[in-house]
């Protein structure tokens, strides 16, 4: 519930927002030197630039919220000053991704991202995922409407899936039988290589839909998903159930993201 028109988690919105936007920094002012050095060397510097944008966003997540729990892909849980960890789903907890799509930057392709999220009690309530290369910036609240560097932004409303463009990775079995099954039915399918972007896409309609059958962790997706989910999308994880859950294990959990016209009918190709 907004109150006067303003979200309830307008300070942390803030916060998330802010320190996006200088981890993205960051990692802008040190890419040119990833692009001019052999591969052996750009892993220790996207590592070194990894490192640091992690340990920039959770020391001003804890300059200004020292009570909260933290889950950050390179350093793991930091309990909360109540004694809950991160992963037991009480309480405030941040979700940090310093940099979503690792491979990407250590090869100079500009499609990488940072991504912030905060749940309390379980359920996502803040979300920003940062595009520096672009000067991008995804947001949302629980309470209010995803935006896009403050412009409100909604999910794709076309009518035909034959004119989708989806982000799609699917595993398992069979899995090739059902990827040409969904790419008969779709206009075409796309890889980014940074599932939170790709997620944050559908927000805007840049992707009708995001797919992935495992392998995302719940810094993937937690400002991501409820980006999309904002912007109109419904978000599931790929059984139809709910997409968050942060006591899920590392690299397990599987999104989908679509038009609620037409997730159902995602849904029931992937499953096969």
């Not at 920094?25 to 040119?32: A, G, I, P, S, V």
């Not at 419904?234 to 993201?257: E, S």
């Amino acid at each position: 519930m907004t109150v006067n028109g303003r979200s309830r988690y307008g300070a942390e919105l803030a916060v998330a927002l802010k320190l996006a936007a200088r981890a993205g920094d960051l990692q802008m002012e040190r890419y040119e030197r990833v692009e001019q050095i052999d591969y052996k060397s750009a892993r220790d510097v996207v590592t070194e630039v990894d490192h640091m944008s992690e340990a920039l966003i959770l020391d001003g997540i804890r300059g200004a919220f020292p009570g909260d729990a933290l889950l950050a892909e390179e350093t793991g849980e930091h309990d909360a000053a109540a004694g809950h960890s991160a992963s037991s789903g009480v309480g405030r907890v941040w979700v940090v991704d310093p940099l979503d799509g690792t491979i990407n930057y250590a090869n100079g392709i500009p499609i990488f991202c940072v991504s912030i999220a905060l749940a309390i009690d379980g359920v996502p309530v803040v979300g920003v995922v940062r595009d520096p290369t672009r000067n991008e910036s995804f947001a949302a609240t629980m309470d209010g409407p995803a935006t896009l560097n403050g412009r409100e932004i909604q999910a794709s409303t076309k009518e035909r899936l034959s004119d989708f463009v989806i982000s799609m990775s699917l595993a398992g079995r069979a899995a090739a039988t059902r990827a040409r099954g969904v790419r008969r039915a779709i206009r075409v399918p796309r890889s980014m290589g940074s599932a939170a972007l790709a997620l944050a896409y559908v927000a805007n309609g840049r992707f009708d839909a995001f797919v992935q059958q495992g392998g995302l962790s719940t810094w993937d997706i937690a400002a991501a998903g409820l980006i999309a989910q904002r912007a109109g999308a419904t978000v599931t994880n790929l059984q139809g159930g709910p997409w968050f859950d942060v006591t899920a294990a590392t690299r397990t959990i599987g999104v989908l993201a679509a038009p609620p016209a037409h997730h159902a009918d995602l849904l029931g190709r992937i499953a096969g």
